[in-house]
């Protein structure tokens, strides 16, 4: 089955990776913050999108 070249978003919403440019492009932008913010956040509190967005809505 191809791919869905529509869908933009993460391939598992519940996790950022910060591996893949495409998926930091869009968890900066969802989270509004730097790459660097992004993955600083990932070290502190680990990949879970749902713990990243409570460390960043303090």
Avoid: C
């Amino acid at each position: 089955m191809a791919d869905n070249l529509n869908n933009r978003g993460p391939q598992d919403a519940s996790k950022v990776n910060v591996g893949e440019d495409w998926e930091v492009a869009y968890w900066t932008k969802k989270f509004g913050v730097s790459a660097e913010e992004l993955k600083q956040a990932v070290k502190q509190v680990g990949t879970s999108a749902e713990a990243i967005g409570k460390h960043f809505n303090k």
